[in-house]
């Protein structure tokens, strides 16, 4: 057999296709795919395997005053007074030290997101025990990205109506990430390395990649960030499927939970405050040169339909609009979903007097 031409062509074809492989593999990884695992890397570049745009995130100083004064179900003390509890998602941790820096309040912070229970339901359970009157809690604070609102806010059932606080606290340290880290090995051979030559491709004729990409990538008609790519808008796909349409039917009882939440919170002496991070691409939408999408009104409507009421709507989205207009840069990172250490310190100052008073 081993004299057979058709088997010895075989076997150099195969040889020298496995070869190729791996030298395209080793290739790809050592040039491209492994700098997109690094934690400077934003998730947007990350998730898109865009490459030859710089990174953003070490443009800045990430070193944030007030951290001290936060703490969470790992380091919260039990015989010790939290003027203010505040539950939200990634965008939290710079907002809350830089609230604690802002008043001085120490501030106990929960995880608001994929827990599985609604939102409201367990901030009113926690009222219901005692747990604002026990730490002379002053104010409660959801803070949400815009995507994240419609589905956090519109349920009002529990999964565990009874649970305890001491039970409570034990479940947002079970789901807290750190406790579940896991290195997944990432070989030289893996599917990102086809990847970045087809989406980088395929982003030449589409903001998505026709569909493959969570990151799209569009024009905007004016530089709003510090880099080489400042004139291009980087945005994740959620922020164009959740939350689009204003007549959503989970508005109206998003509205009607946080009306009953902050009355509930008014008989214990607290107030309620919500707080939204705008989607990159509503806040931006404005820029966007030929824009292919409708603007999203849910936060311009949140801010008309709790005017006036109990619920202290931070009108964010309109704030840095005006932020934007008078030609501040860098509000996000300009690869990533999330604030840059510009934006918490400008958005906390205008509503600092409100903070201070409510905390009296």
Sequence with gaps: MSSDPGWRRASIIFSTSLLAMGIFHLSMWFAFTRHLLRPEVGDLK????????EDHKPKFNEASTGAEAVFDARSFEPDQNYPIMMWGDSFMGPI??????????????????????????????????????????????????????????????????????AEYLRQQTMGD?????????????????FKILTYNFCYLFSPNAFGMSATYRVPMTRKLFSCSYGDELLFYNLDLLNG???????????????????????????ALYLLPCPDKADLYYPYIRNPFYAENR????????????????IPTKKFL????????????YADDIHWSPITPPLVIEKIRGTLLKDLR
């Design 46 to 53: 990350r998730m898109g395997y865009l490459v030859g745009l």
């Design 96 to 165: 809350a030290s830089t609230i604690g820096s802002q008043t001085g309040a120490r501030i106990l912070i929960f995880n608001a997101t994929g827990s599985g229970q609604s939102l409201t339901a367990q901030i009113r359970r926690l009222a219901d025990e005692g747990v604002f009157r026990k730490h002379q809690t002053r104010i409660v604070m959801i803070e949400l990205v815009e995507f994240n609102i419609l589905e956090a806010l519109s349920s009002d059932r529990t999964a565990w109506p009874d649970v305890t606080f």
């Design 177 to 193: 990430p750190r406790n579940n880290v896991e290195e997944k090995p990432v070989t030289f051979a893996n599917n990102g390395n």
């Design 244 to 270: 689009l349409n204003p007549s959503n039917r989970l508005l109206e009882p998003l509205v009607q939970n946080c009306l009953a939440l902050a009355e509930r919170l008014r008989k214990e002496g607290v």
């Design 298 to 313: 849910l936060l311009d409507i949140l801010s008309e339909r709790f005017d006036r009421t109990a619920v202290k709507f």
């Design 321 to 332: 609009r005006t932020v934007l207009t008078n030609g501040q840069v860098d509000l996000y």
